[in-house]
């Protein structure tokens, strides 16, 4: 078995429309008991450290799913979200594959994230690596440069939180960015199914969900990846 990093973000607000943000239950919660259940060990950080706030909005939408009950029960996850580490702190050589949850906080945190874009680029470039991200915690790839200059995007299929879906929430216009912009304007190959529905996409060692319906999917796709290193 392996360890896994989850990144995760520490932006409690969604810009200035003063509404909470923060990651999305179920895209932590449903990864995290597939692979910790198959016997992985997962290390939580985030930019700045310490707590990391959990969007509030999708604790009551997730309120009588089983597997986020489970995730909010377990003390260990729970004193890991409050006590994440330091990103850049993390050696990649620790890891065998690195996470990106969503949530509307990554788009203003880990977008640019200079530490954790050395760890995506670090994973990757083992040729072992497998990076990985579902809704807007793609956004933590699709900015990520490799040493050759090139952007780890370019010539990949990936997807995320669509433009439909963020038009569809009615946030668009507190976002900083758009993911499948900033992923298609890479050189990347954004891939979007019907609002809502579940969708991943693998492209070689880069595995990606669309949205909360696929986090139960990237963490099976991710424990499959992981069984044949």
């Known amino acids: 078995m392996v360890k896994i990093?989850?990144?995760?973000?520490?932006?409690?607000?969604l810009g200035a429309s003063g509404h909470a943000t923060g990651w999305y239950l179920p895209e932590v919660a449903h990864p995290y008991n597939i692979l910790v259940e198959k016997g992985h060990e997962i290390v939580i950080a985030s930019p700045?450290?310490?707590?990391?706030?959990?969007?509030?909005?999708?604790?009551?939408?997730?309120?009588?799913?089983?597997?986020?009950?489970?995730?909010?029960?377990n003390s260990k996850a729970m004193s890991d979200m409050e006590n994440s580490l330091l990103v850049a702190n993390m050696k990649s050589t620790d890891f065998a594959a690195v996470f990106f949850p969503g949530g509307h906080g990554p788009m203003f945190d880990l977008a640019?994230?200079?530490?954790?874009?050395?760890?995506?680029?670090?994973?990757?470039?083992?040729?072992t690596g497998i990076v990985s991200?579902?809704?807007?915690?793609?956004?933590?790839l699709a900015n990520v440069k490799l040493s050759n200059g090139e952007f780890l995007v370019k010539g990949r299929r990936l997807t995320g939180f669509s433009n439909a879906e963020e038009t569809a929430v009615d946030v668009a216009k507190w976002m900083p960015l758009s993911l499948e912009d900033t992923v298609n304007a890479n050189g990347g190959n954004?891939?979007?199914?019907?609002?809502?529905?579940?969708?991943?996409?693998?492209?070689?060692?880069?595995?990606?969900?669309?949205?909360?319906?696929?986090?139960?999917?990237?963490?099976?796709?991710?424990?499959?990846?992981?069984?044949?290193?």
């Open 133 to 140: 991200g579902v809704c807007h915690g793609s956004i933590g």
């Open 190 to 229: 954004f891939i979007t199914a019907e609002n809502w529905a579940e969708n991943v996409i693998v492209d070689g060692r880069i595995i990606t969900g669309q949205n909360p319906s696929s986090s139960a999917l990237v963490g099976k796709t991710l424990n499959e990846a992981l069984s044949k290193l």
């Open 48 to 73: 700045k450290g310490g707590p990391t706030p959990l969007d509030p909005d999708s604790k009551v939408a997730f309120a009588n799913d089983p597997e986020c009950i489970k995730f909010l029960a």
């Open 112 to 127: 640019d994230c200079a530490a954790a874009q050395q760890i995506v680029r670090e994973i990757y470039e083992r040729e």
């Open 5 to 13: 990093l989850f990144i995760l973000t520490n932006q409690g607000q």
